[in-house]
């Protein structure tokens, strides 16, 4: 019957075989390191969630539900000259707000806009009139604007325009 060698054994063997103790204390790591190791595979574990482990979606809670106004609809924004200057529901506009104006939607309205391209959001409300030229659907204030946009030197985008039902 033949026994097998362990590795205890096999660290003699070549500490007595080479003269150089570094290569046998590398060797004789390694086995250690091999001979310590855990079986590294997992079982399959069955998660239950609870109720409080369930994620809400806060835009809902805070804003209501979302209801699909528009797609590919056009949305440019205000010039910087309109900053500080009253808007029809007689707010100053502020161009660093999150806001937006719109021929139809009441003052107070949330929207959240959706750039088609990069599928960026953001929340705006409604404070203002406009946009007055035909083919424009919306008009946000500059960081609005800008926090969604792919290109910033272009002011005119495609987005889809979803109000929050409340």
Known sequence: MRKL?????LIAI???ATSQSSIADKIKVSLQK????????KKNKVA???QKDIV???LTEKYGKLATYKTNAHASYYADKFHGRRTASGAAFDMNEYTAAHKKFPFGTMLKVTNQVNGKWVIVEVNDRGPFVRSREIDLSKKAFMEI????GIGVMTVTIEVFDK
Do not use: E, R, Y
Request: hydrophobic share 40%; glycine share 0%.
């Open 48 to 50: 239950v969630l609870t």
């Open 14 to 16: 070549i500490s007595i």
């Open 56 to 58: 809400k979606d806060t």
């Open 149 to 152: 946009a792919k290109n910033k």
């Open 34 to 41: 091999t001979a310590s190791q855990k079986d590294t595979l």
């Open 5 to 9: 060698i362990t590795p205890f054994l």
